[in-house]
């Protein structure tokens, strides 16, 4: 038998936010079981071996430590860790995978599912390249041998008769029937005991089938199949461009069903989310840690910093739910990477990570736009042109920020001579003076510190950029026109994104979990809207 890669294909996510139209008619993913079992066995194994060895199996999140649960409401103090049985185990698990699919398709709408490929140079992938050279192997010895064996040819024939079948839609039942004919598996064996088989009659019209069913990105792969010679290399190729078709099927299906999971998968999720928390009793212990602070900060937000701000605070009335939710957002986007995430938004981890940098991306952007206009002063104002490629040139610079081994501070010191450098070439393009070089100086300087805590503009900046984000997401009608705070309007594009992004992922996530929300935030509120000592 062909070895099966089914097992071995794992699905990765992009999260590019471009909108795809639902397309035809969608079909279950045939390998979904297969994959449910093999989850379901390593797991079975792992756990019942921790059981049998009296280890209990205790909730996958933990307890942040220091809690800043230290005000007047009810919170659970943690159970002892409990026995669950394997059955419940299972069931949770299985659940939270389906939940955290359906939330991908439905929040990403440029999911798609790719083979997965083992690393290169890695034990994984050489054991397979060893298997399939072995298989291939043995099939050419067979079909040189005198008279030829087609054993394993006829079981090849098999899987490739039900790897087209399985990509049929309900009306190709035409198709169907002439596939049963063709590749009769039966009819081939006799054929085989006679002598009478012909490999290549029965390749051709597999690949005339494969080219019909097809996708018409697999057009080339079709013609290319058409010239490979010899037996061997051209089932090889048969089952490559097969896995993709399959792959492609898979897609299709997703794309096709989008909309139907869109549209139930708010119930779908809180009910699994549900289950789950029926299992696990403290599984919303760091959302509730995430949401106190966020109390405290909204809180902070509405105090005075002075005796000038006593009006404009009070003005603010006291602190909402929204108010809260609007600063809870807005700290993802700034989490650091070893703490705890919440569990309700754990599994947008990835996508508020890299909005996260973008934002950094965008502010520093902006910081260093802003610097270099007020060093330079009025020769640069009105020049749109020198902006957009200081911008573009900025963005190259910045672009690896999502890298653990990006170093900011030696960035910014590149940055600053290249800040100089177009700057020279600018004034001199327009008929001003150079800069001297106390100005280049003082620019170097200034650009160098542009990611500086301390740093005014900095600061500044980076108020704008998540103000403006949380005064959208928190909006009762956020599709009405914002207003780009000022020192943003250069990067207001790229900001734009960035809060559609956000929000895309926060308007699900509150209709989601919006009733756990508001459970909690009804008990800090209170406590929240009380004046300090």
Not at 436 to 444: F, G, N, P, S, T
Not at 500 to 509: K, S
Not at 511 to 521: C, K, L, R
Request: charged letters at 25%; one cysteine or more.
């Amino acid at each position: 038998m062909m070895p099966n890669n089914n097992q071995s294909d794992e699905s990765k996510n992009s999260s590019k936010d471009v909108d795809m139209p639902p397309i035809g008619d969608g079909r279950e993913s045939p390998e979904s079981s297969e994959s449910d079992e093999l989850a379901s066995s390593s797991e079975g194994e792992l756990f019942g071996k921790r059981r049998r060895m009296g280890i209990p199996v205790s909730s996958p999140f933990k307890t942040p430590p220091g809690s800043p649960f230290k005000m007047p409401m009810t919170i659970p103090s943690p159970s002892p860790p409990q026995w669950i049985s394997l059955e419940e185990l299972m069931t949770v698990s299985n659940g939270v995978t389906n939940m955290a699919l359906a939330h991908e398709i439905a929040v990403d709408n440029d999911f798609r599912l790719q083979k997965y490929m083992p690393p290169e140079n890695s034990v994984e992938k050489q054991v397979k390249e060893t298997v399939h050279r072995a298989f291939w192997d043995a099939l050419r010895e067979e079909l040189a041998e005198e008279p030829q064996t087609f054993q394993h040819a006829i079981n090849l024939l098999g899987e490739v008769k039900e790897m087209l079948v399985s990509l049929l839609l309900p009306q190709h039942s035409r198709l169907r029937a002439q596939i049963n004919e063709v590749l009769d598996l039966d009819l081939i064996a006799q054929e085989a005991e006679h002598g009478a088989l012909d490999v290549n009659r029965c390749a051709r019209f597999v690949i005339d089938t494969m080219g019909r069913l097809c996708a018409p990105v697999r057009d080339k792969d079709i013609e290319t199949l058409r010239e490979v010679d010899g037996a061997v290399n051209m089932f090889k190729e048969i089952f490559r461009v097969l896995e993709l078709m399959k792959m492609d099927m898979a897609n299709f299906t997703i794309q096709s069903m989008r909309p139907t999971i869109q549209q139930h998968s708010v119930e779908y999720e809180r009910k699994k989310f549900q289950e789950f928390i029926d299992k696990q009793p403290n599984a919303l212990e760091v959302t509730k840690t995430w949401l106190y602070q966020a109390a405290e900060e909204a809180k902070a937000s509405h105090l005075p910093s002075g005796p000038a701000e006593g009006a404009a605070a009070a003005d603010k009335g006291p602190v909402t739910p929204m108010d809260v939710l609007g600063h809870a957002y807005i700290m993802l986007l700034k989490w650091e990477e070893n703490k705890p995430f919440p569990e309700t938004v754990l599994m947008d981890q990835g996508r508020l990570a890299e909005i996260g940098v973008k934002c950094r991306q965008i502010t520093l952007i902006a910081s260093i736009l802003l610097i270099t206009h007020n060093v330079v002063g009025a020769a640069l104002a009105g020049l749109q042109e020198f902006g957009e490629k200081l911008k573009g040139t900025l963005g190259v610079l910045l672009g690896d920020m999502q890298e653990s081994s990006f170093n900011v501070e030696e960035a910014l010191k590149n940055i600053s001579e290249q800040v100089c450098k177009e700057v020279d070439e600018c004034l001199e393009t327009h008929g001003f003076p150079r800069l001297d070089e106390k100005r280049l100086d003082i620019l170097k300087v200034q650009v160098q510190g542009a990611a500086n805590p301390d740093n005014t503009i900095h600061n500044l900046i980076t108020s704008r950029v998540y103000g403006f984000i949380q005064s959208v997401i928190t909006a009762p009608n956020p599709a009405t026109q914002a207003k780009v705070p000022g020192g943003l309007t250069a990067v207001k594009i790229e900001l734009f994104e960035a809060t559609a992004r956000v929000l895309r992922i926060v308007q699900h996530n509150n209709a989601v979990f919006g009733p756990y929300y508001a459970d909690i935030i009804g008990e800090l509120l209170p406590a929240a809207n009380e004046p300090s000592d």
